[in-house]
T-cell receptor, first 113, second 117 residues
Framework: DTGVSQDPRHKITKRGQNVTFRCDPI?????LYWYRQTLGQGPEFLTY????????KSRLLSDRFSAERPKGSFSTLEIQRTEQGDSAMYLC???????????FGQGTRLTVV | AQSVAQPEDQVNVAEGNPLTVKCTYS??????LFWYVQYPNRGLQFLLK??????LVKGSYGFEAEFNKSQTSFHLKKPSALVSDSALYFC???????????????FGAGTQVVVTP
């Protein structure tokens, strides 16, 4: 087990394009979280899953953002019609049954030009 | 609603001196409290947590934190700072109780620690 894995590590896209990020959690973890972080700021909650169920989604999240975890294992985060304000680090984390802390991946840095 | 405040954007300390990073929180019910550290262009790395029991908790790399329920604080401390401790530190809170009530982690804005030789 190598921890939480995110792919890609870096993504540069043109404004208006769609992008998709992938997160592979620690294998036995049933909870998966997505956060967004801009430079020098704390992680901002986006959404989280327990198994395949999406339990909470930030009210601040535009409907251009969607996340899935179809089989309760890996998750994808899609941003449609990207805007320059979407440029940020997108962090994925997971935690397991009885595990109170979350373990983070290295993040995907998105740059919208 | 949950919230975390880290009142200092930056803490400067000389190597060998004690380091304190402040955190106060607000959450309904019993809190689960966490500290994470982040190095440039990296994800967050877990340092320590308070769930229940002793108010002083010890974590990785010589860090410890003290939970104070009356002051709703969870300050991070290290007796003797190292240059390599220079990084961005985040405090986080989530609801405690049964697993079903845990919910999301709420993070503070972060405190940049600069340790000078």
């Amino acid at each position: 087990d190598t921890g939480v894995s995110q792919d890609p590590r870096h993504k540069i896209t043109k404004r208006g394009q769609n992008v998709t990020f992938r997160c592979d959690p620690i294998s036995e973890h049933n909870r998966l979280y997505w956060y967004r972080q801009t430079l020098g700021q704390g992680p901002e909650f986006l959404t989280y899953f327990q198994n395949e169920a999406q339990l909470e989604k930030s009210r601040l999240l535009s409907d251009r953002f969607s996340a899935e975890r179809p089989k309760g294992s890996f998750s994808t985060l899609e941003i449609q019609r990207t805007e320059q304000g979407d440029s940020a680090m997108y962090l994925c984390a997971s935690s397991g049954k009885g595990v109170t802390e979350a373990f983070f991946g290295q993040g995907t840095r998105l740059t919208v030009v | 609603a949950q919230s975390v405040a880290q009142p200092e954007d930056q803490v400067n300390v000389a190597e060998g001196n004690p380091l304190t990073v402040k955190c106060t929180y607000s959450v309904s019910g019993n809190p689960y409290l966490f500290w994470y550290v982040q190095y440039p262009n990296r994800g967050l790395q877990f340092l320590l947590k308070y769930i229940t029991g002793d108010n002083l908790v010890k974590g990785s790399y010589g860090f410890e934190a003290e939970f104070n329920k009356s002051q709703t604080s969870f300050h991070l401390k290290k007796p003797s700072a190292l240059v390599s401790d220079s990084a961005l530190y985040f405090c986080a809170v989530r609801r405690g109780g049964t697993t079903d009530s845990w919910g999301k982690f709420q993070f503070g804005a972060g405190t940049q620690v600069v340790v000078t030789p």
